[in-house]
């Protein structure tokens, strides 16, 4: 991000609507957008550069006690499901196991539930595979869960043609253990 780009739209929003910064509003920065559109209509290309301009602008002024909300991140817009992330095996493994990813997102950071994710999807698919029939996992015994723990079984990486190595083996059946022990 460049150094200033808040001022850029907060000196262009004090001319337009020649009212202190603390005073501008949620209508003010949508009134802008509105703006930054019809520009980029006219010119048929984005003006990506002020919308940022105008999200670091809406940040500072909502800082400063402005009545304007701040504008929601996008990265929170385009997040994948925890069903998107846990794809590849069956509801009766699927379900319990969203649930405790919802648990964990009430006391973790999202990057940390997101490894917790990983793990579990790869320990689920391994389930998936070698006991598709398991209608709970509340039914899962020892011999599944140390047979991966082992590589007995594992597979191959989808991602390099090789077994995975024995600490992810046991971080997948480590994360499997704590959502099953809460």
Same mark, same amino acid.
């Given at each position: 991000a460049r150094t200033g780009m808040a001022s850029q739209v907060a000196a262009r929003m004090l001319i337009e609507t020649v009212?202190?910064?603390?005073?501008? /509003?949620?209508?003010?920065?949508c009134d802008f957008e509105k703006a930054i559109g019809a520009r980029e209509a006219r010119h048929g290309r984005p003006f990506d550069h002020y919308r940022q301009a105008l999200y670091a602008s #809406?940040?500072?002024?909502? &800082?400063? !006690?402005? *009545?304007? $909300? *701040?504008?929601p991140k996008r990265s929170?817009?385009? #997040? %994948?499901? %925890? $069903?998107? &992330?846990?794809?590849?095996?069956?509801p009766?493994?699927? #379900? *319990?196991?969203?649930?405790?990813?919802? =648990? +964990?997102? !009430?006391?973790?950071?999202r990057s940390s539930v997101q490894g917790t994710a990983s793990e579990l999807a790869h320990f689920g698919r391994f +389930?998936?595979?070698?006991? *598709? =029939?398991?209608?709970?996992?509340?039914?899962l015994t020892r011999k599944p869960c140390n047979k991966h723990a082992r590589g007995q !079984?594992? /597979?191959?990486?989808?991602?390099r043609d090789e077994v995975p190595k024995f600490s992810s #083996? %046991?971080?997948?059946a480590a994360s499997a253990g704590s959502m099953l022990t809460r």
């Amino acid at each position: 991000a460049r150094t200033g780009m808040a001022s850029q739209v907060a000196a262009r929003m004090l001319i337009e609507t020649v009212q202190p910064l603390v005073l501008l /509003g949620d209508d003010d920065f949508c009134d802008f957008e509105k703006a930054i559109g019809a520009r980029e209509a006219r010119h048929g290309r984005p003006f990506d550069h002020y919308r940022q301009a105008l999200y670091a602008s #809406r940040a500072v002024i909502y &800082h400063l !006690g402005a *009545p304007a $909300e *701040p504008a929601p991140k996008r990265s929170t817009l385009a #997040r %994948w499901s %925890w $069903e998107r &992330h846990l794809d590849g095996m069956g509801p009766q493994i699927l #379900r *319990p196991m969203v649930a405790y990813l919802e =648990r +964990l997102e !009430g006391t973790l950071a999202r990057s940390s539930v997101q490894g917790t994710a990983s793990e579990l999807a790869h320990f689920g698919r391994f +389930l998936a595979r070698v006991d *598709p =029939r398991l209608s709970s996992l509340a039914l899962l015994t020892r011999k599944p869960c140390n047979k991966h723990a082992r590589g007995q !079984g594992a /597979g191959q990486s989808p991602v390099r043609d090789e077994v995975p190595k024995f600490s992810s #083996r %046991w971080a997948q059946a480590a994360s499997a253990g704590s959502m099953l022990t809460r």
